[in-house]
């Protein structure tokens, strides 16, 4: 038994090394999708996306790695593999590589295909493709790096044996207008055979590909395309995706051509598509002879839904008018370039979704097909684009062959609401009405931040665009770009002013923020940097591996299609909240809600909160657009606790998002967590202009000008927290400084000279002192109240700082709002707990790529917990209401030559302010984005003063 086994084993040795020596040649049937012999099947010859690649003989004419043949995988973009030049598309003339790359690969064909139609079909080219199999031409050179393009090549292969693709590629088109269109633009650009390459096979009588409407109704019209001399009949089945036959449909003939027959066929009982309940179905067609044989059999994925762009009204889809809520995303991933996968799709459009988005602009050109199958599957609306970018246009003659090629392979995509025919003026208007020609559901064509037939799409409009009131006031405004996202601006910030008018006009049908994600590439030619080429490509919500910045939580929150309005729980709350459903297509009925009341630790417990009850929240049953309210029921002990959760779950068990509401206020917070027991003597000197007061083994020291403290050490370690409080803007000279030393504390106190705090139209002045005031307690605790006159408009800082070096900081934990920085016209998005971030010295979009960033502005301050390198670090109790944290000062980052994105921040280095400055984008400085990115704070008149306490805890 054992020689036989061990002749077994010798065997399959043998075996196993045979078909290792023929593998390049062989097709691997793993690879195969075989349906029966009346379908098309598909075959492989490259990998199938940035993951699975498949290695093919290389050859590249310049740049690194040239000038040899060599082996690289397949599909990819060739500068990632380390070949060629890099290039962005708007690198100057004299810095533009135009290599060319060879590419070989041998696969075998099935002497049983003799009798069967083959094509071979490539997803996408960079940028003119030659493509020749055993030495002779399969059609005329491709022209056009985003587009889907195939060769019959029957009468080319041989049968029963190996045959050899060869691809030539040109890097730089011959076509200067396709340059311009795709290769000057603003995003990376690349080389190769970046999409699959794969045969498809069918029978020789074949359905060559189908066109498909089919409305909401279930109301379908069809348009075949064969390539048969029998066929004599088409029959009509639906299926669900499960393969599960629903219903056979009747068909009638409405016009019959040599080449394409056009149908029209009813479907019953079918549910509709949208994006908050994408169902989808296959339809099967099957060609018949004469004789009822069957020829050729075809699945195509549809989803049943009627859109209408209707003039001077809005966008419809279902009869239901909606707005778009979207962003533009690349097609990109920083280690493979344009070369993506399914999951990275999958990915994608789950961010989006999870950020209440509805809606995806192609940018700028068809993305791959695998992107649109999940739009269709997990519900977003698209605008499917032509590659062109500003002038000149593309020629018409290419241009023709171009449309042709994007509508013919996405037509069938319910997800496609509308075709862009370019961007920024980049459009051929010869090309306008070709789309039409190509696409049975005939969708509006757009011109992207132009205003053409029923719409208007300018971009990065200022805020003052929703007056409204121009000669283009009819048209459906919806800019396609807009709130642009460089660095750390725009994208969340401004987004509230936009979507309130947004929201609220009639004809604006909301909008597409750019973009998604920073198109940062791995650098094969410097040691694998990332580079988004200065500031032209860091205009992310996401880094470039999918980090979410916080502008991701602000549009998750400003988007949620359950809107609440601002609420403050006071002693008279009564657990009611006023809500709006902005869904589309879904009643809030179908929602879920979770209220949590919950109480959070000091600085020295852990960050989890523990939940004092929990109960669910009838949500009212409100249809689409309607306005009501519900009610939270009022636990006995709900003013024990401290925060108030509300986690709203939509019909698919995904979060919506979750707003928390302070119920205690700081001081109401910070009373149980600050003791000042604790006996000890207090021991002040002064001498040499300063005072020393010493209280439990920690050393205060204080200017007897100023009152500024000037240091604090802890036995011997130095806290280098100092140099504060300075009053911020504040020019009013001291009046007096008193020393008090008590039984129980030591007092310091600063009275400012008396200045007028009344308004400039007042017919009598009102004098009034700013105050700061120190208390050292025996257990070492410290003090702090400043007192600030009010302003009614105020434009610089209101608040105090202090020094603490940044190369002392280790992290911080914080009670308070987080876990991201804000800006004035991004404060939505953040959670009122317990939060805990290390440092980090991440410039947004441009280095470091770590978020949350550590530096900057924190809302809703309680208490924080500086973190010190040496043990160096304290611990400070905010008493006061609505106060801001200043945490360091970001670097501003180098691609910002206009200083819109570089907010100037306070003095010094901890701040506590109650105002805060809003950001701009690339394009706009933050006053014309709307009330909460403007310099002016708007105060009032108010008879008190602004007042800031806290306790220090060393």
Known sequence: ???????????????????????????????????????????????????????????????????????IGVPSCWELQGFGHYNYGQDDEDKRHQEHALYKHQFAVPKNWKNKDVKIVFEGVMTDAEVKINGKLAGEIHQGAFYEFKYTITDLLTYGANNLLEVKVNKVSSNETINFAERKADFWVFGGIYRPVYLQVSPK??????????????????????????????????????????????????????????????????????????????????????????????????GFRTVEVL?????????????????????????????????????????????????????????????????????????????????????TKVGRKLVKELVVRDVNHPSILIWANGNETGWNKELDDDYAKWDIQNREVIHPWNIFRKTNTMHYPSFHIFAYDTYAKDKIYFPTEFLHGLYDGGHGAGLEDYWKMMWNI????????????????????????????????????VGPYGEKEAS????????????????????????????????????????????QWVKFDGPNASVQCSILEESMVKLPHLEVGEKGSFTVELPRNWKNADVLNLKAVDQHGMEIFTWTYPIQTPKQFNESKINYTGSGALVTETKDEEIKVKAKGIEFLFSEKTGLLLEVKKGDQLIPFSNGPIILGHKDKIEKLTLTSLKDRVEISVVFEKTDKSPNWASHKEYSSDLIKWTVYPNGLLDLKVEIKGKKIVKDYKGITFSFPEQEVAGMKWFGDGPYRVWRNRMKGTKLQVWENDYNNTITGESGFVYPEFKGFFSSLYWAKVKGKNSNGFTVYCKSKHTFLRMLTPENPSGDPKGRLSPKFPDGDISFVKNIPGIGTKFQECDSMGPHGNSENYLGNDDEPIVIELTFEF
């Open 1 to 71: 038994m054992n020689k036989i086994y061990a002749k077994l084993i010798v065997s399959l040795i043998f075996i196993s090394i045979l078909m290792a020596s023929n593998m390049r040649a062989q097709v691997n049937l793993s690879r195969h999708t075989v349906l029966s012999d009346k379908s098309t099947q598909i075959e492989y010859l490259s990998g199938t996306d940035k993951d699975n690649t498949v290695d093919w003989e290389f050859f590249v004419s310049d740049g690194m790695n040239s000038g040899k043949w060599t082996t």
């Open 205 to 302: 009588e074949n359905i060559n590909r189908v066109a498909i409407d089919a409305k909401a109704d279930g109301e379908i019209i069809a348009d075949v395309f064969m390539e048969s001399k029998k066929g004599d009949q088409i029959k009509l089945a639906l299926f669900d995706l499960k393969g599960n036959k629903l219903q056979d449909i009747q068909t009638k003939l409405i016009r019959k051509e040599k080449t394409m027959w056009r149908f029209s066929a009813k479907a019953n009982d079918i549910k509709s598509w949208n994006p908050e309940l994408p169902t989808l179905y296959s339809l099967q067609i099957e060609l018949f002879d004469k004789n009822n044989e069957l020829l050729h059999q075809v699945k195509q994925r549809i």
């Open 311 to 395: 003039e001077g009204d809005g966008v419809y889809v279902n009869g239901v008018r909606i707005k778009f809520k979207g962003v533009n995303r690349h097609s990109f991933y920083p280690e493979s370039g344009r070369t993506c996968s399914k999951e990275l799709s999958i990915e994608h459009v789950k961010m989006m979704k999870d950020m209440n988005m509805n809606a995806v602009r192609m940018s700028h050109y068809p993305p791959d097909v695998h992107f649109l199958e999940v739009c269709d599957s997990l519900g977003l609306f698209v605008i499917d684009e032509l590659c062109t970018w500003h002038s000149p246009h593309l020629d």
């Open 506 to 541: 009639p004809i604006a049908a909301g909008g597409f923020l750019w973009d998604f994600a920073d198109e940062a590439v791995v650098r094969t030619d410097k040691n694998g940097m990332l580079d988004t080429d200065g500031n032209h490509a860091a205009d992310g919500i």
């Open 552 to 595: 991701y939580f602000t549009i998750k929150e400003v988007w949620s299609p359950i809107y609440i309005e601002d609420r403050y729980i006071r002693e008279s709350f009564t657990g009611k909240f006023r809500v709006e459903n902005r869904y589309h297509f879904t009643n809030l009925d179908q929602c879920k809600m979770i209220a």
